[in-house]
């Protein structure tokens, strides 16, 4: 089983940038797809950005379009979250995951990292 380990969370002020980086275990080849889903407390977890681990085809969410960027570095099994203009509602608990298939639930699920965004 692959696992995976986020880090790069921490606290930055509203406009700042964080980097977030997910290490797998394994080859990312073992997954259809990687993503970055997040929870803020009190609110359901939601899907952030994805990207396919083959062609690197990228999905956003609206909230985020156009301030984070995902990539992957499929050498070193690495898939980062980039997050640009970052806003106090950005504040949440980012989880990295695969997927095995193209419409699978998601899962293997790093520990997650804590991103807080100061006003």
């Known amino acids: 089983q692959v696992q995976l380990v986020e880090s790069g969370g921490g606290l930055v002020q509203a406009g700042g940038s964080l980097r977030l980086s997910c290490a797998a275990s394994?080859?990312?080849?073992?997954?259809?797809?990687m993503a970055w889903h997040r929870q803020a407390p009190g609110k359901q977890r939601e899907l952030v950005a994805r990207i396919t681990t083959t062609g690197g085809s990228t999905f956003y969410a609206d909230s985020v379009k156009g301030r984070f960027t995902i990539s992957r570095d499929n050498a070193k099994n690495r898939v980062y979250l980039q997050m640009n203009s970052l806003k106090p509602e950005d504040t949440a608990v980012y989880y990295c995951a695969g997927r095995r298939t193209s419409v699978g639930n998601w899962g293997p699920w790093g520990q997650g990292t804590q991103v807080t965004v100061s006003s």
């Open positions: 394994g080859s990312i080849f073992s997954f259809s797809a």
